[in-house]
């Protein structure tokens, strides 16, 4: 209320007249005989790329630095009807406060015929606040023409002048121009005019025309012409320093130094503070004794809590600090007001401090400027306490800690305002806060409601954040709009309790705690009887930024930002679940899950960490296919839960049981056949004989009968033919992939333990068709795995890790025992016993073998 009245006082101070004079106008006036004289161009833009409706034909800027005045000449081309909405209305800003502004020209061509609109009476002037949602007045003013019968075709054409410079600036020229707009531009002009003498600095950005400069009569035309620019395209998504658009800066500061020099000399520190401020500057000396550490918080906290953020920047005051006495009497001020103030304070308490200018948007980006007052938008403090330097925010409010532990945000860059600063410093990133999530659910039965509980757990500057949050908002709202928000996932849920807050603001850590009953936790699968549910990890998920194909620039992040999240279910009767473990770590961000239970508790823990303030464009595909991945296998868990006393009788799996059992019988009687086939009969050289089973064969008669073991251990142990394994990924996206996977695992292993029984058989008997039967069970074995790690890998990770370590088992066992088997002299002198084993004889004694041709 305070605020609405006193923002009625300065509007009405304003209309009356009494800041500057008279209200604003707008002037009618003959265009200026300095600006040059353009070729004509009327080359269309392609169709394709109109957007709006309409196209620029010509933007033309002229800047006559000596004069202070700033020429512009604009065309616009109406193609369709909604060009009409969106280009029949001209608006130009500008300051009254040192500022004129003259309209030379409005014309609509229609049909190649001129229909004047210059009339003064045609302009509306209005106050032009967009910063006031900010609490800032910057007393700038927008001269409104609405143009009535504009039609499909017409073409707008107008000119006028904006003349004055900002005194603040001392005459120093330095401004930043544009050169690509969000529509399409036919012809685009810019001309920097100067005096010969005046030294003017330029550096480009993005595709800016090539300069040429000229000269003629004492004065230099630097000139960037270019035609058929595109329009520039923007997204919500990209960082605030990312900028596309074609940039020309200009600037006579020759470096850092000036310009800090400039910047210290209309803010200068107060060495004697008096009043109001003298008696409060005693009273915390007082406080503090000898503590500087102490007289710096009450000083920060003195100008963060007691003086509110609110800037008048009228005029010179625009880059000039109110006098830090009026500031603290009045008890608000702007960033420059609220720095000088808290800079006075501590060097009235024998605490050396200076003002810093900072870009809150272009943070450390902000050295890819030349030189120029207009590359900050931001005033901060910077002050050696005890030897430590620390930096200071004097805008912000609600931030814990003692001492110098102040959180500060990562501005990045910043110039020190002090004498012989002559160079952007580095600001060392402060010690990031932390997001610390739990969320419980307590199930008592399949009737009464979950008990579902939130504790949440901030520190350093995200508790700052939140402090602020809840005193903002207020208790009331907070509640209501926390239940709104679980409303969306559980439609009946009620709160339990009111929200409990507790605040360390000495540590600097905020809990808070709510509770709620939920009745819709469940949901009942008719068939299996058995009550399901869903969770998803929301509190990651959302911190992930929106990301559309279309978007080709960097995309933003929370910078820094680091939380944990854990999501726990107490049910009655514990878990029979498998551990699952996830982990992505990029050189911007980090994520990690691990899903393990133990007792009656099921713990799904997440962490996510953003190590940068933007995903580059190169890596969007990449961080797309990431967040696709968590959201499908990671992010989400769904499981199922049977009351007490509504089981049914049927546990077993008996469809695949039969199956299993049909397989067994069917392999038993392909074994016992082909174990019996009569196979050609051999004839011993005199004195030799069957040669009994030694060496490495030994191994492989161990490995047979534990692959045997294992692998029925397995199949009994293993769960496969229970209806709950069955329908673990019931309902899920999973489901038909993991029960073709249990099908096969199940098929493979009785077949994998039949062939390791069958083939120790032949070994032990030492069979003539053993080599070729191993060979295939190795080679079996190693398909069969390759097979299961595919099938699992398109499922969960934790399901890949599993297969994979009897895959490089079966691998290395094939790699080493086939070749063994294909060309060892003991195999072959081994197993050659026939069928019937007696199918064999001996030379008689003397008989030579006969040469081999």
């Known amino acids: 209320m305070r605020f609405t009245f006193f923002l009625c006082l300065v509007m009405l101070f304003w209309c009356s007249g009494a800041a500057f004079g008279d209200a604003p106008s707008v002037h009618i006036s003959a265009k200026p005989s300095w600006p040059g004289i353009l070729k004509p161009y009327n080359q269309k833009p392609s169709s394709r790329t109109i957007e709006r409706g309409f196209y620029y034909e010509l933007i033309e800027e002229q800047v006559q630095v000596e004069k202070q005045a700033d020429y512009n000449h604009i065309i616009r081309d109406i193609v369709s009807e909604t060009g009409i909405q969106n280009a029949s209305q001209i608006s130009v800003s500008f300051d009254p406060a040192y500022e004129r502004l003259d309209f030379h020209d409005i014309t609509v061509w229609r049909d190649g015929k001129p229909l004047n609109r210059l009339t003064a009476s045609a302009f509306k002037v209005i106050a032009d606040e967009q910063d006031l949602s900010n609490f800032i007045y910057q ?59 005046r030294k003017l600095n330029f ?37 605030s320093w990312y900028n596309e658009r074609g940039l020309i800066q200009v600037s006579e500061f020759a470096n850092w130094g000036e310009v800090a020099s400039w910047a210290l000399s209309i803010n200068p520190p107060s060495v004697n503070v008096k009043g109001e401020l003298g008696e409060r500057v005693v009273k915390l000396k007082k406080d503090a004794g000898n503590d500087k550490e102490k007289y710096f918080r009450g000083a920060v906290r003195t100008v963060q809590e007691e003086v509110r953020y609110m800037g ?44 810093v200018l900072v870009n809150a948007d272009m943070n450390e980006h902000v050295e890819q400027y030349i030189p120029t007052a207009y590359a900050f938008n931001h005033a901060v403090v910077t002050a050696n306490v005890n030897g430590k330097q620390v930096w200071v925010d004097a805008t912000m409010d609600n931030q814990g800690g003692e001492g110098t532990d102040i959180y500060f945000p990562n501005y990045g860059k910043g110039l020190v305002l ?36 939130v504790k949440t757990t901030y520190t350093g500057d995200e508790a700052d954040y939140m402090r ?59 068939t299996s009887n058995k009550l399901t549910a869903d969770l998803f990890a929301n509190f990651i998920y959302n911190q992930f930024p929106s990301i559309t194909g279309r978007i080709k620039t960097p995309v933003a992040l929370t ?32 994520y990690k899950s691990d899903f393990t239970t133990a007792g009656d508790t099921l713990l799904l823990k997440y962490s996510l960490s953003f190590l940068k303030d933007n995903v580059p464009a190169s890596k969007l595909d990449e961080f797309k296919a990431d967040i696709k991945k968590l959201n499908n296998t990671s992010l989400g868990y769904s499981f199922s839960y049977t009351p007490r006393g509504t089981e049914k009788p049927a546990t077993i799996n008996s469809a695949l049981v039969l199956v299993v059992f049909l397989i067994t019988v069917g392999l038993i009687v392909m074994g016992v056949w082909l174990y019996q086939r009569e196979t050609p009969g051999i004839v011993f050289a005199y004195g030799s004989t069957f040669v009994p089973i030694g060496g490495w064969l030994i191994l492989i008669a161990i490995g047979l009968a534990a692959t045997a073991l294992v692998t029925g251990s397995n199949m009994v142990t293993g769960d496969y033919f229970s209806l709950h394994t069955w329908n673990i990924y019931h309902g899920s996206t999973h489901e038909l992939n993991f029960r073709f996977l249990l099908v096969i695992e199940a098929i493979g292993n009785i077949i994998l333990m039949l062939y390791a029984v069958f083939c120790l058989v032949l070994l032990l008997n030492k069979r003539d068709i053993l080599p070729n039967c191993i060979t295939g069970y190795f080679a079996f074995g190693f398909i069969f795995f390759l097979a ?48 019937p084993p007696y199918n064999y004889s001996y030379e008689a004694p003397g008989v030579a073998e006969e040469p081999v041709s």
């Open 559 to 590: 910078y820094p930002y680091d939380a944990s999240y854990a999501i726990k279910v107490v049910l009655p009767g514990g878990w029979n679940i498998s551990e699952d473990h996830d982990a992505i770590d990029r050189d911007y961000y980090r």
């Open 418 to 453: 002090k004498a012989g600063s002559d160079a952007l410093t580095t600001i060392s990133p402060s010690k990031g806060g932390r997001v610390i999530g739990e969320d419980i659910y307590a199930v008592k039965d399949a009737k009464s409601p979950v008990i579902f509980t």
């Open 203 to 239: 550096k480009t950005f993005n595709n800016v025309p090539k300069q040429t400069i000229s000269e003629a009569n004492g004065l230099k035309y630097y000139v960037y012409e270019g035609f058929q620019v595109p329009p520039a395209h923007d997204n919500d998504s990209q960082p």
């Open 312 to 355: 008048i920047e009228i005029g010179e005051y625009s880059h000039r600090a109110n006098n830090p006495e009026k500031v603290f009497k009045q008890r608000y001020g702007d960033c420059k007001d609220k720095s000088l103030l808290l800079v006075s304070m501590l060097k009235a308490g024998g605490i050396d401090a200076s003002m």
């Open 468 to 526: 602020g949050k809840l005193e903002s908002s207020g208790m009331a709202e907070t509640e209501k709009n926390y239940l709104d928000y679980y409303a969306k996932i559980y439609n009946k849920i009620e709160a339990k309790d009111s929200i409990i807050v507790t605040d360390d603001l000495k540590a600097n850590k905020l809990i808070t705690t709510e509770t709620y009953k939920i009745g819709d936790f469940f949901k009942k699968d008719s």
């Open 788 to 835: 299961d790690y595919i099938l699992a890998a398109n499922i969960s990770s934790k399901l890949a890790e599993t297969a994979l370590s009897p895959l490089l088992r079966s691998i290395v066992t094939a790699a080493i025992w086939i070749p063994y088997f294909k060309r060892s002299s003991r195999v072959q002198e081994t197993f050659i016993v026939p069928h």
């Open 139 to 197: 007393g700038s003013f927008s001269a409104l023409c609405i143009l009535d019968d504009i039609r499909k075709g017409d073409r707008i054409e107008y000119s006028y002048t904006i003349t004055g410079r900002n005194p603040i600036l001392n005459g120093m020229f330095c401004s930043n121009m544009y050169v690509q707009w969000y529509t399409p531009i036919a012809h685009h002009y810019t001309a920097i005019i100067a005096s010969s003498g």
